[in-house]
């Protein structure tokens, strides 16, 4: 009898160490969402900067290039993600050793890959400034802007990997300082070299490669506190084969789904960029804004969710992989149900306060509930995506996404007649899409990765 009630206690005992709270959530997610609030002020202080100057030619050079940087890492942004999905599975498997490989596996890959970038500096320059199609003015500034910018490469994608390494490990605090310190130093130091010292343009794209670097020496330093000697690692653990195969596979699969993402995005602007009418332009621009708030809320929730869900997975611990699925997607649905109130009842005093224009307001106006309903069916895709990301089903996440892209082209296509309208059910098609089939794909994926057998 005292057996069995022993064995009792120790159940509840691991019942209870795998439940999952919202103050775990929260803990990772709060400091992702304000960090993703404080990152539009790098490009505001910018243009403020830049604008200050009285040329326009400038002023669109910094535009263009911000935008091309943007996609350029973001489009590499799999090193934070995959690194996230890793370091928390080596963390929930107790694995120690794998954890400090991690971050030094990703920093090697971001030296490569950020070298590359800086080698073919020249035709990436041909290309995505011929593809912007500026004035020649304009296309002048931002070839001295994207020279100086470059070089900020495998710092930002190194940023990207420690970050991920931090959040793994449940440090979002920490990783929001390291973002917070770089966006600090980038807006003083742009003040400062374009204002200050007449710096002009690369002065605002130096103080962008200054800035990662701050950024990278201050996470090496916080990496080095957390962990005696982090790069002390034996090459055969950095070097295994089977982790580096699966690192490279993953990786691989996201930077995939990535490229599919940005497709559907730059089309979205491309098609509005074509309808030869200027105002509606100018209203999917200021409508754009409200998809930026609501990713803001919504990525903070799906990091947590790689973070959780990775964590449980690299334990095979099925009740708190569970729970943490159920208890970020009921906040990322409350989430999303406050961020569609808001736009709602606010947006219309939104649309004033950013466009003196009477015909772009009444425009966005008219557009203004496809962005109202929007997070109720983004909210599906962050949540999966962080999901899919922490336990890496990157194959199943890509084929997915590739399909979700077909479907969003197809609804254009279909609905192509009715011009931006048809655009933004598009829009609307892709979230609902992306959420959907990774919702339905979901239960296979959760039987398979915890089988009872696994399990034990």
Known sequence: ML?????????????????????????????????????????????????????????????????IFDCLFWLFAFLRMSTVAFTAQALGAGDAQETGALLVRGLIIAAL????????????????????GGSEGVTRAARVYFAIRIWSAPLALANYVVLGWLIGQAHAGLALSIQIAINLVNM?????????????????????????????VLGILIARRLTHEPFNVPRA??????????MLTVNRDIIIRTAALITAFLFFTAQGARSGDDVVLAANAVLNNFLLVSAFFLDGLANAAQQLCG?????????????????????????????????????????????????????????????????????????????????????????????????FLATWFALRAF??????????????????????????????SFRPAAAA
């Not at 962005?371 to 996440?397: C, E, K, Q």
């Open 3 to 67: 057996d069995a009630k022993t064995a009792s206690d120790r159940d509840l005992t691991a019942l209870a160490a795998t439940k999952v709270t919202t103050t775990q959530v929260f803990a990772i997610a709060g400091p992702a969402m304000v960090a993703n609030l404080t990152t539009p002020l790098i490009g505001i202080v910018s243009t403020i900067a830049i604008g200050r100057l009285g040329d326009a030619t400038l002023l669109g050079g910094v535009a263009i290039t911000s935008v």
């Open 113 to 132: 890959v950020g070298c590359v970038l800086i080698a073919l500096q020249a035709p990436l320059a041909a290309i995505l400034l011929d593809a912007m």
């Open 188 to 216: 003083a130091l742009t003040l400062a070299l374009v204002l200050g010292l007449d710096g002009g343009i690369a002065g605002a794209a130096a103080a962008a490669v200054v800035a990662e670097a701050v950024g990278l």
């Open 237 to 246: 653990a950095l070097f295994d084969r089977s982790k580096l195969f699966r």
């Open 311 to 407: 964590s449980a997975y690299g334990a095979r611990d099925r009740a708190a992989f569970s729970g943490a699925v159920r208890l970020v997607t009921l906040w990322g649905f409350g989430f999303a149900l406050a961020v569609t109130a808001a736009f709602a009842l606010f947006g219309p005093s939104l649309i004033y306060a950013m466009t003196t224009s009477e015909d772009v307001r009444r425009s966005a106006h008219d557009y203004l509930w496809f962005v109202v309903v929007s997070p109720l069916l983004a909210v599906f895709a962050f949540t999966y995506d962080g999901i899919f990301i922490g336990a890496t089903w990157a194959r199943d996440m890509r084929n997915l996404m590739v399909l979700s892209l077909l479907i």
């Open 419 to 448: 011009g931006n309208a048809g655009l933004w059910t598009a829009m609307l098609a892709l979230y609902a899409a992306r959420g959907g089939l990774q919702a339905l794909r979901y239960p296979a994926n959760f039987r398979a």
